[in-house]
């Protein structure tokens, strides 16, 4: 099945990216949430967090890390930010390749909608 992100990741499918390695990518929401809305996706294809496995805990931690990076770019590591990863229907996941919200430059509420 073609998985969207995949295409990004390929180059197929056009992003406004903002910053790349050889394992991660990270491009800006279509249809943003705040401010700053910023996707972090894993170049390989993991559709779920339930996917997840104790080889990919390097790779999980550098998009943590990248995700604090991008917003002390931005301008909001101190104000404060938000990372959500959605697993599944019920929590909203609609894109099914592994990617890390990070949302900023906004109040933001709590519980999570
Ligand atoms: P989720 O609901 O957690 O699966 O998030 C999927 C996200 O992908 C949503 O926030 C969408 O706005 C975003 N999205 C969908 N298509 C694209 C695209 N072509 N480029 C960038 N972001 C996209
Ligand atoms: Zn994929």
Not at 43 to 50: L, Q, R, V
Request: net charge neutral.
């Amino acid at each position: 099945m073609p998985c969207l992100f995949c295409h990004i990741v390929e180059g197929r499918i056009p992003a406004s990216k903002v910053y790349e390695d050889a394992d991660l990518l990270a491009f800006n929401d279509i249809n943003p949430q705040a401010p700053m809305h910023v996707l972090i996706v894993p170049k390989a294809h993991i559709a779920t967090a339930n996917d997840l496995t104790v080889e990919h805990d390097i790779l999980v931690g550098a998009m943590t890390r990248r995700a604090a990076a991008i917003a002390r770019e931005r301008g909001y590591h101190a104000s404060g930010y938000r990372t959500v990863l959605n697993c599944n229907a019920q929590a909203g996941q609609t894109v099914f390749h592994l990617h890390l919200h990070v949302l900023g430059g906004r109040d933001m509420a709590w519980p999570p909608g």
